[in-house]
């Protein structure tokens, strides 16, 4: 379980998104307003920014809590970006990895993180783990299930598929093999943000000023913040936010650990959409106000 919350729009301080708002991703490392599991996010922290001319972000993570990391406050004064990706934790399972198992987690232009759990871990994903690569396996950054999740989401994104793609079938593909899951997946590119909600809050803002939020809380009584249905995608730029409902995974039919029925679509979709097995058919697009 966590927080996360992700941000692309005209060029900001960090600290202008993570510590001043009075609800922000700082203080909702004790005081979360909203969050369903666990009530103290203090297993780690980490935010991933993208600096001018720079595709591959830089990150910034701890194994403790993000108010006891002396530096965070300076870092967050003067560090400025036009999009970053950032998460607390309240860890799962205890685990001895440190700032590794701490999001985002980082590959190429990509930020990601997962705010959830992945029922019956680990046994429940040992059939979807044979299906990755061996060197993705032994290249895993921790030992837990975001690490995995993060793993198989990004074999997709290396073979072709766009962001929401590859959330949307990595979400059916662990929500059959363990169901009860939660799985509210946040990815970004430095350019657009792809989320899905699957288990736990998950709400946006698209700020009238220019620039879109998507958190998994409000981090402030911005009466602008919508929330995010369950069981849905949302693909977000500068100025859109898309929301796609998700199928539930089908219960019978199917072994634990199969991909998605149908297989993987052909046919790709435009940057931060997606089609396909995962996905209800009418997307609702929501412009800025």
Known sequence: ???????????EPLGRLLVEPPHGLYRQSWAPRRQRYGTVNADGFGVGWYAQGDPAPARYRRAGPVWADLSFADLARVVRTTAL????????LAGADAEAAAAPFAAGPWLFSHNGAVAGWPGSLAPVARGLPPEDLLSLEARNDSALVWALVLARLRGGDEQGQALADTVLEV???AP????NLLLTDGETVTATAWGDTLWYLARPGGGTVVASEPY???????????????AASRTDVLLTPLKEPPDEGRTAGEPPLGGFPAGKPAPGTASGDALAPAPAKEPRT
Not at 1 to 11: E, L, N, S
Not at 180 to 183: D, Q, T
Request: proline content about 7%; some cysteine.
């Open 220 to 234: 402030d009584d911005d009466p602008h913040w919508r929330e995010v249905p369950d069981r849905t995608l949302l």
């Open 180 to 183: 009860g899951s939660r799985l």
């Open 1 to 11: 379980m966590c927080r996360h919350v992700a941000y692309v729009g005209p060029g």
């Open 85 to 92: 990706l950032a998460a607390v934790r309240d860890a799962t």
């Open 175 to 177: 929500a059959a093999a």
